[in-house]
């Protein structure tokens, strides 16, 4: 689920507004996840719970508006490859603005591919728990610097300079997330229960990972960013006096 929010942040970019972006992204993005996870819903209550050895692609196809909703998540999906590419894209030219975008793409594209045909399908679960171990933490930090520590107040500007309190809070959110579920990918996933065999750390039945992961990840982002704010206003009254 959490998968969209750096390609709505990268398209409402574009918005005039915090409202009219705010708006948008609640319309585009919001309105089709509730009402792709009421389809599944559905789903299931025509199954009778009863997954195991069910056509759920046939089960899906038997509700009224089931056809129509296939039909566009397949042509949604076809257009994701390049959304990725582009967001991704977006996300190397923030950290290196001189780099071509044009070249960015292509290169992105090509590790992409080679990756993709590497990569056994059996192994999408695990990539997808891992992609969400970034994004969770991602969108948390983004919610927490935005609203509690820098006020609404964002330096998106060609000069901004890098910040590390709220890369650091991302990192500590993205560990949180690893140490409670590492996912099932060979070799990192064994990297993860390893460490936190070592820390002597063991997530309570009742801790999912993606819970823990905000969690840690808006307290650090609130706690490092009030501590970067007292520094940037000890420093400005130094140079003032």
Known sequence: MVSFAPLAADYSRHATS????F???TAGYGVAIFAYYALGVFAVAHLGGDLAGTNLLAALMVLPVGGLAIGLLLLDELDNAFANVYSSTVSVHNLAPRLDRRVISVAVGVVAT????????DQYEGFLY???SAFVPLFTVAVVDFFVTRRGRWDTTATAPFRWSPTLAWFFGFVAYQL???GSIPGWSDLWAGLAQALGFVAPGWLGSTLGSIVVSAVAAAGLGAIDTA???HRAEERLA
């Open 114 to 121: 080679v990756l993709a045909g590497l990569a056994g399908f």
């Open 18 to 21: 915090g409202r009219s972006a």
């Open 23 to 25: 708006a948008s992204s």
């Open 130 to 132: 891992l992609i969400g």
């Open 180 to 182: 409670i579920y590492p």
């Open 231 to 233: 520094v940037r206003r």
